[in-house]
């Protein structure tokens, strides 16, 4: 059971970055560190993007600490593999209903955005790995999908440790290399249209994770219960998403343009300055 929960805790830790880098922060950073705005400021943009890489490793393995933490407590506890599956499950489906808003359902997300006077205040190193480091925790700044917290959960339930530690540290990884997404970037007007594409590519990547959420609990409920129940659960997960497609589409109309349509929270539009939003 705990090789099961550790493969799809590892795809949610996937999706879970992904999907982050679309967050108000993780679109600032892209705005904010770059061969533009570094080479502005007169620095090394090659130096600031390898310290907020380790920074972000870095922040992603402290995660990984306390999801190892985690994880050896819940071995402690010699939980049953129906019970750990159970719990999982449980989570998953928790996290899927959020990211639909499914009756309402959503947990809390963390608004919060780096601190731009570090720009002004630090060294490259300093703010590359310090804005780093909160990026790759997942949870320091903007939070904007349920997956995060169900990696967390998933890492616990893996009553592995070293399972633990390698997702956090993983996901961590993953959110600092999105950075260099704008690396060949030359231009004022390159980056503006890098941007534009980026932000129209929000909604679909916000939907693929709550796809990789649905299949997550499939795999779990086909295995920890029955086939009959990972086709029924299947078809009621089906219905939620049309439902809940339908909805948004209806809400488009009234709402503002750009908006997110997958989870409401602040528009974020980069400044192109080379500052954080």
């Not at 996937?14 to 705005?31: E, F, N």
């Amino acid at each position: 059971m705990t090789i099961w929960i550790s493969a799809v805790a590892a795809m949610v830790a996937v999706a879970a970055a992904m999907r982050s880098t679309w967050s108000p922060c993780g679109l600032s950073m892209l705005s904010t560190i770059t061969p533009l705005s570094e080479r502005a400021r007169g620095h090394s943009y090659r130096a600031t993007t390898t310290w907020f890489v380790v920074g972000s490793t870095v922040g992603g393995l402290t995660i990984g600490v306390v999801m190892a933490l985690l994880a050896g407590g819940v071995r402690a506890l010699h939980l049953s593999s129906p019970t750990l599956g159970s719990a999982a499950i449980g989570a998953a489906l928790v996290a899927f209903g959020s990211d639909l808003g499914i009756g309402g359902l959503r947990l809390p997300i963390h608004h919060r955005q780096v601190n731009e006077r570090w720009l002004d205040h630090y060294r490259p190193w300093v703010y590359g790995a310090g804005f780093g480091w909160q990026i790759g925790t997942g949870l320091a700044t903007y939070i904007t999908t349920a997956a995060v917290y169900l990696m967390l959960t998933l890492g616990a339930l893996t009553t592995n440790p070293a399972v633990a530690l390698a997702l956090g540290t993983g996901f961590g990884a993953l959110r600092g290399l999105a950075v260099l997404l704008t690396r060949n970037l030359s231009t004022p007007t390159e980056l503006l249209a890098f941007h534009r594409r980026f932000a129209a590519a929000g909604p679909t990547v916000g939907w693929a994770v709550v796809a990789v959420e649905a299949v997550v609990t499939l795999m779990l409920v086909g295995y920890v219960w029955s086939l009959v129940a990972m086709i029924v659960f299947a078809g009621v997960a089906a219905l939620a998403g049309l439902a809940a497609l339908a909805v948004r589409r209806r809400s488009a109309s009234t709402s503002v343009a750009g908006e997110d349509d997958l989870r409401p929270h602040e528009v974020h539009r980069p400044d192109y300055s080379g500052r954080p939003g």
